[in-house]
């Protein structure tokens, strides 16, 4: 048997085709743009010949701790309970109980389709409506192909960039405008390896880069309800920051394990929730600050944010010289880590430059001195005397990924010394043989856990900016289609 699997153009609508030695079919799987109930469609479509199928439902809630008690409705549907949980199944094949397990075995033969609907709702409310299979994939192809077409992205790699896009708006969550980093939890960094963590919340660090790809890519909706969520979300004391909340703004994001659960092959254990959220890292001051930034240039933002902001750059003034806990969440003590310094001088830069480009208020003077005093801190304790380049931190004179982005953030030009040698160091220390680049060296950091993860793609994707932003085109486009076969 053979297995291919894409997308449908343009659309969030996965299709896997089995070729047998009896005929060829293929499973249609999507979910339909949220209406009253969350929906998950499946279509077996038979091409050639006839292939038989056994599907399998097994319905565990609570992370997989909870057997619900499951009843077949008046109208065929089967019904899974336990406490606030509730799942419908409407199949379009007989189905039948097996050691707590839903089984259906049937066959498509060619022209025919067998529609599975998957529906969850609160087990306090009626049944939720059926939904019609082959309509909701008229629908939703149509939802995602008028969405796509309308991003305003042009050249060589706009189906590259179209697909990123669904990516970023299939993270969304529409009635906040949230938009989560996974929409997974415990996908292992390295096969086996403790590295599992929840990524399921809204980071601030990601606000400035989601933000930029949407309004470049003409989805202004779409930025401003993300800009308008930051806002929301960090309401409050600059003190208070975090650097993730929940889909809503929700600030207690308690780290659990799910100790009865194996984990993604094998990798253990299976986090819920996340500890990270209670660091203090330096840079998302930073990221917030550049993300109302780019807004009030995109003409996303008003002057009512400007409060806020005044006070998140007073707050960074008073705290840019603590060690915090770094871009990448370390659990093995506070640095002073250089990325993180940089960050903080970023937050007053766009601060003054929100005085100094749009007429809004505020202490410019005392901000700009701040700004030169966290500059000259990095370039005295930020490079590596030996090579010139920036380090990982004031007290470690090794390479961080992270470093790849001082440039763009506007700290030093493109073309600097320091910033040349950096990447140097980053191709020394940092690239793996496969040709990918590593966040840091988990050998050599005590980070908080056993060494060894894998590479970080981001970081690969940096490294070849930094080569196209440094006159080095052809290893730039090189990498770039690597990473992109990836």
């Avoid at 549907?77 to 419908?88: K, Q, R, T």
């Avoid at 089984?103 to 709702?121: C, I, K, M, W």
């Avoid at 979300?233 to 993730?244: E, F, N, S, T």
Wanted: charged residues 25%; negative net charge.
């Amino acid at each position: 048997m053979r297995i291919a699997r894409r997308y449908l153009p343009d659309t969030l609508v996965l299709e896997t085709r089995f070729r047998t030695a009896t005929g060829t079919a293929l499973l249609l799987d999507f979910m339909p743009p949220r209406g009253e109930a969350s929906d998950l469609v499946r279509i077996v479509v038979g091409e050639e010949g006839e292939v038989a199928f056994r599907m399998e439902l097994i319905v565990r809630f609570g992370y997989g701790a909870t057997l619900p008690w499951v009843s077949r409705n008046d109208d065929g549907s089967l019904c899974a309970i336990a406490g606030p949980d509730m799942l419908v199944l409407r199949a379009g094949a007989a189905t039948h109980g097996e050691n707590f397990t839903t089984v259906s075995e049937f066959r498509v033969r060619a022209g025919e389709r067998v529609p599975f609907v998957l529906t969850y709702a609160s087990s306090h409310q009626p049944l939720p409506a059926p939904v019609d299979a082959e309509a909701a994939l008229e629908a939703a192809c149509a939802f995602w192909r008028d969405w796509s077409a309308a991003s305003q992205v042009e050249g060589p790699y706009a189906p590259v960039m179209r697909r990123s896009l669904l990516t970023l708006k299939s993270m969304t969550f529409a009635p906040t405008g949230g938009l989560v980093a996974a929409p997974t939890t415990s996908l292992p960094e390295a096969f086996s390896g403790p590295r599992n963590w929840d990524y399921r919340f809204c980071w601030l660090r990601d606000a400035t880069l989601t933000l930029l790809a949407l309004m470049n890519a003409g989805h202004q909706d779409e930025a401003k309800a993300w800009v308008l969520w930051l806002r929301r979300a960090v309401a409050g004391a600059p003190k208070d920051l975090q650097i993730m909340y929940g889909i809503a703004g929700e600030r207690r994001l308690l780290e659990w394990k799910a100790e009865w659960l194996a984990g993604y092959e094998g990798a253990r254990p299976v986090r819920i929730g996340n500890a990270a959220h209670q660091q203090f890292q330096l840079d998302v001051y930073g990221e917030l600050m550049d993300a109302f930034h780019q807004a009030r240039r995109g003409g996303l933002v008003d002057a009512d944010g400007w409060a806020l902001e005044r006070v998140v750059a007073d707050h960074v003034a008073e705290v840019w010289r603590r060690p915090d806990d770094g871009i990448w969440e370390v659990r093995g003590g506070a640095h002073h880590f250089t990325f993180s310094k940089v960050m903080a001088w970023v937050a007053i830069d766009r601060a003054v430059c929100a005085v100094e480009d749009y007429g809004l208020d505020g202490p410019v003077d005392r901000w700009r001195k701040i700004r030169e005093a966290i500059r000259a801190d990095v370039l005295r304790n930020g490079r590596n005397p030996v090579t010139g380049a920036f380090q990982r931190a004031y007290d470690d004179p090794g390479m961080d990924a992270s470093l790849l982005l001082v440039a763009d953030v506007g700290f030093v030009a493109h073309d600097d010394p320091c910033f040349l040698a950096t990447i140097a160091e980053v191709e020394r220390q940092l690239v793996t043989p496969e040709g990918l680049v590593l966040r840091y060296d988990t050998r050599r950091v005590d980070d908080g856990l056993p060494p060894g993860e894998a590479a970080f793609l981001p970081c690969s994707f940096w490294l070849a900016n930094a080569y196209a932003m440094t006159g080095r085109g052809d290893e730039a486009r090189a990498l770039f289609e690597r990473l992109l076969a990836v």
